[in-house]
């Protein structure tokens, strides 16, 4: 199916649940998730649950379940968290969901590449090449204009490396003197730590979390 069949052929209007994770917030200071739920409203989706829940792995993943045995809701949009942390359990509670599987089938929402659900996200990477997984948050998020990327890199680089390929694909990102922390597979490291294949890295700016 070509993308403009699956554009015409997918929903107009997606009905969404949206979670925001915090110790904090309440409905009038949560204005990540206030803000998520005006651009659905703005590209014609749907909000058809909201809820706050607190910064603890079971909590997180029972709202989770909640949201996702509702037959009125196509899609679960989590956001909030401590950042990357110990204390931060958004991330951990995710990852006990299968999410691919849950897409089996259901070619009408997406971008046309679910048809194979088992697919690895990154894909395989060429000889003397691998690939890793970054993500961005805050400040980084809006220069990039993405939250997440896979980047083919050479075997052996370090993260101090992969940064400077990113500012390379994202000019917006190579800002004098700007500061960071970097995480590994939820490990900090430092910019001289050596990456693997499908790692996943973390670029975390001054100021991150809820």
Same mark, same amino acid.
């Given at each position: 199916?070509?993308?403009?069949?699956?554009?015409?052929?997918?929903?107009?209007?997606?009905?969404?649940?949206?979670?925001?994770?915090?110790?904090?917030?309440?409905?009038?200071?949560?204005?990540?998730?206030?803000?998520?739920?005006?651009?659905?409203?703005?590209?014609?989706?749907?909000t058809t649950g909201y809820r706050?829940?607190?910064?603890?792995?079971?909590?997180?993943?029972?709202?989770?379940? *909640?949201?996702? #045995?509702?037959? %009125? $809701?196509?899609?679960? !949009?989590?956001? +909030?968290? /401590?950042?990357?942390?110990?204390?931060?359990?958004?991330?951990?509670?995710?990852?006990?969901?299968?999410?691919?599987?849950?897409?089996?089938?259901?070619?009408?929402?997406?971008?046309?590449?679910?048809?194979?659900?088992?697919?690895?996200?990154?894909?395989?990477?060429?000889?003397?090449?691998?690939?890793?997984?970054?993500?961005?948050?805050?400040?980084?998020? *809006?220069?990039? #204009?993405?939250? %997440? $990327?896979?980047?083919? !890199?050479?075997? +052996?680089? /370090?993260?101090?490396?992969?940064?400077?390929?990113?500012?390379?694909?994202?000019?917006?990102?190579?800002?004098?003197?700007?500061?960071?922390?970097?995480?590994?597979?939820?490990?900090?490291?430092?910019?001289?730590?050596?990456?693997k294949d499908k790692d996943e890295?973390?670029?975390?700016?001054?100021?991150?979390?809820?």
């Amino acid at each position: 199916m070509s993308v403009h069949e699956h554009k015409e052929k997918s929903k107009k209007s997606i009905r969404c649940f949206v979670i925001t994770v915090s110790d904090t917030r309440d409905e009038m200071t949560d204005t990540s998730g206030q803000t998520i739920k005006g651009f659905l409203t703005e590209e014609g989706h749907q909000t058809t649950g909201y809820r706050i829940v607190k910064d603890e792995p079971a909590e997180i993943e029972s709202l989770i379940n *909640e949201a996702l #045995g509702m037959g %009125e $809701v196509d899609a679960v !949009i989590v956001n +909030g968290g /401590t950042g990357i942390a110990p204390r931060d359990g958004t991330y951990g509670a995710r990852q006990d969901f299968d999410l691919f599987a849950g897409l089996q089938g259901r070619g009408d929402v997406g971008d046309g590449k679910i048809d194979s659900p088992r697919d690895p996200p990154h894909g395989f990477a060429a000889a003397g090449k691998m690939k890793v997984r970054v993500k961005f948050f805050a400040i980084l998020r *809006e220069r990039t #204009g993405t939250s %997440e $990327v896979a980047k083919e !890199i050479a075997e +052996g680089s /370090t993260v101090a490396e992969l940064w400077r390929q990113l500012q390379k694909d994202y000019p917006r990102l190579d800002v004098p003197g700007i500061r960071l922390l970097y995480a590994v597979n939820q490990d900090y490291v430092g910019v001289d730590h050596q990456l693997k294949d499908k790692d996943e890295v973390v670029f975390v700016p001054p100021v991150s979390g809820g």
